[in-house]
């Protein structure tokens, strides 16, 4: 028997995964994740982009059965993992995992929600989805990394769509067989581009990366195949999306070593290759002994992915989001980096766009993704110079479970859910013992 494609491969892997296999540190990561990613839809519930995306998406479903997140609303599956999506991604405050700069949870989270809402599924079994789609998300954005992204393609959107089909096939209870034709459905889904990153086009494809994967997982149930090279095929999506795809970084140790268990979570509602800029920023605030206004200059140095990312002009919310000079300009002048920081009147603070003049972004190829070095002149000649490899929220500085609750009830407030972000976070961290959904879902609405 010729040996399995790395599209088949997933697909055993999926069908043959047991919750009870899992170990616990990955089940309560997964709870984590879960929590982070609600938590950021709620932040956003009253955002004029993610109201659009209701108003839309109400027009065009069918029979209401999934909860749109703090918006006392529902819609049809595929229309309720749109709009949560979108809302979990907009502010750029959602999970990350930095070798593929992929959000796992935007895309894979709410269609497992929408359709175990559907279908009376439980907790535990949409924990297990999310890991498994959010296993085969993060391994094929290995399998392309950094060509991928480096072409203009969104890999959130791309690979999330994988994901997403993924972990719908895994919680609908699909065959191998069905699960691996789900995954080469996807790939003639998959889309987003980073041209569209601060424009609302970024919206529509995290929202489509997560409805495609129901689309691809009913398909496959219901017998529609794909090709078994789907995604490494001379002709498959790997090859038209980029470079030709690196099997081993999808198919070895699968069950056994977790991408999805590096999964990170941010103490900034920014890009995540920005958080060692704030945090040096942050420190050298602190050591100057000195009001902003002396400061005459500022070098972020970083890799050639923090350049590519945030060496921008900033005119918008989105811009600022994913913006060197906004980042330093907040550590610095401001000492801090909260949601209100990255929306459009802190874009048109005088003072902030005064500071970000100051500021010049180098490359240093030397340092690792996710780190930055600061040096900042002051008037009188005086320099200081501080380096973060590890940034607050990255893998090797985790943030606790105490911080990622305070973090939800946050953004429950700006979402107008404070009243019940607490009996919220008790339900998912439940999720596993829940017979279903219903009783997290009646308190998200």
């Known amino acids: 028997m010729p040996d399995p494609t790395a599209t088949q491969a997933l697909g055993r892997f999926v069908a043959g995964s047991d919750w009870r296999d899992i170990p616990a540190a990955l089940r309560h990561e997964a709870k984590r994740s879960i929590l982070n990613h609600v938590g950021c839809a709620l932040g956003t519930a009253r955002d004029p982009a993610v109201q659009a995306a209701l108003r839309v998406m109400r027009g065009l479903g069918g029979a209401p059965a999934a909860t749109v997140f703090g918006q006392g609303a529902r819609l049809d599956p595929m229309g309720a993992a749109f709009v949560n999506a979108v809302a979990s991604n907009l502010l750029d405050y959602d999970d990350t995992h ?37 296993e085969v998300a993060c391994r094929i954005g290995n399998a392309v990394s950094p060509g991928h992204y480096a072409r203009g393609w969104h890999i959130t959107s791309t690979c999330g769509a ?29 889309a987003g581009t980073v041209e569209n990153l601060p424009n609302a086009a970024k919206n529509v494809s995290v929202g489509n990366a997560a409805r495609h994967g129901i689309l691809a997982a ?27 795809a690196d099997v081993a970084a999808i198919t070895e140790g ?34 100057l002994d000195a009001p902003p206004e002396a ?13 590519a990312r945030g060496d921008r002009a ?21 000492g801090r980096a909260g949601v209100a920081d990255f929306e459009q009147p802190a874009v048109d603070d005088p003072a902030l766009a005064g ?13 690792p993704r996710g780190a930055a070095r600061v040096t900042v002149r002051l008037a009188n000649g005086r320099e200081e110079e501080t380096t973060v490899l590890t940034p607050r929220g990255s893998e090797a500085r985790p943030l606790t479970d105490a911080e990622l609750e305070a973090k939800y009830h946050e953004n429950a407030a700006l979402g107008g859910c404070a009243d019940r972000a607490a009996a919220q976070i008790a339900a998912i961290w439940g999720l596993e013992e829940a017979a279903d959904l219903g009783h997290l879902t009646a308190l998200l609405a």
């Open 355 to 367: 500071f970000r003049a100051k500021v010049t972004a180098a490359l240093d190829a030397a340092l």
């Open 98 to 134: 930095l070798d593929t700069v992929i959000h796992p949870a935007a895309p894979v989270a709410p269609p497992l929600f929408a359709l175990a809402e559907q279908r009376g599924l439980p907790g535990a079994a949409v924990l297990h989805a999310f890991l498994l789609g959010g």
């Open 218 to 244: 009913m398909f496959a149930a219901e017998g529609y195949d794909a090709a078994p090279a789907a995604i490494e095929g001379p002709l498959g999506w790997a090859r038209a999306a980029g470079d030709a």
């Open 295 to 307: 400061i005459a200059a500022v070098t972020v140095a970083g890799d050639a992915l923090l350049l």
């Open 314 to 334: 900033v005119r918008n919310a989105r811009d600022s989001r994913v913006s060197i000079h906004h980042s330093a300009a907040l550590g610095l002048l401001r």
């Open 162 to 190: 994988f994901g997403a089909a993924a972990g719908c096939a895994g919680l609908l209870g699909l065959s191998a067989e069905q699960v691996a034709h789900a995954i080469g459905i996807a790939s003639s889904e998959a």
């Open 254 to 287: 699968l069950g056994t070593r977790w991408e999805i268990g590096r999964n990170t979570y941010k103490p900034y509602p920014a890009g995540i290759v920005f958080h060692a800029v704030i945090d040096a920023c942050l420190e050298l605030r602190a050591r």
